[in-house]
């Protein structure tokens, strides 16, 4: 358990600069407001390489990698001796990028088993930068990567193109409020306790109906004001049709409005 409460930010993204970073850094603004110390680490210089899955399984006994990765031990190393964790990864193709999956993987293999994580805070923020789709697809592999170390994590972050600017206000919050989490690990009492956590989460448990109506509802709400009026009009009928029964017809109209949003945000 860390002793100085460090919060540190793992930006998994190749883009150094791009939004993923942006984004994670807010957070450590935040968490810095709270009177945590704070890093910043871009996993892009820290790439882990693809677990082997060796047998017999002696890395869970010997808690390091049979073969030799200094970007695992790196990280791994920050991650085990923080006092709290923001893990940011862009949205491909509605999944995370491979430099968060290969370290998720291997921190399973490796630490998973005897869980020296049970209790760290934990944020995870998830950045659909291009069509916004995946922004909670994006979510469940980090936060189940959290729930199998038996991290604590708080509210998870969905973020697009579209709501950037209300997403980079809400990063700096949920920083802040990790950061004041930071002294202190609450372990859970067992493994129904932390399902039950990660159960209250919001986003997690949307369908993907529900997801693609979260993402319709966010580039609505962005809009300039002279844009089309019937979007929210529009919306509530989606919604009517879901409540009568009519789930394919909702999704329609969900897509429908997500496409004319798009339009209208670029212009």
Known sequence: MSANGKVIGLVGSPNREGRTNQLITAALGGAGRSGAPTELIQISDHVVTACKDCLPWVC?????CTYEDDAFEFLSQKI????????GAPVYWWDISGLVKYLILKMFRVYAFSAPLQGLPALGIAIAGGTGNGLVSGLRPVYHFFQMMQMRAIEPLPATRFNFEDALKRAEKLGEEIGEKAQHRIPFKGLEDRLLWYDALPYLGLSRAGERRLLSDLIVKTLPPDAEPTFAFNLALADEMAAAGKPLDSLIETTHI??????????
Do not use: P, Q, S, T
Request: aromatic share 8%; net charge positive.
């Open 60 to 64: 869970k006994d010997n808690l390091a």
């Open 258 to 267: 997500y496409e004319a949003g798009v339009k209208a945000f670029k212009r």
């Open 80 to 87: 085990l001796n923080c006092g709290a964790l923001i893990l």
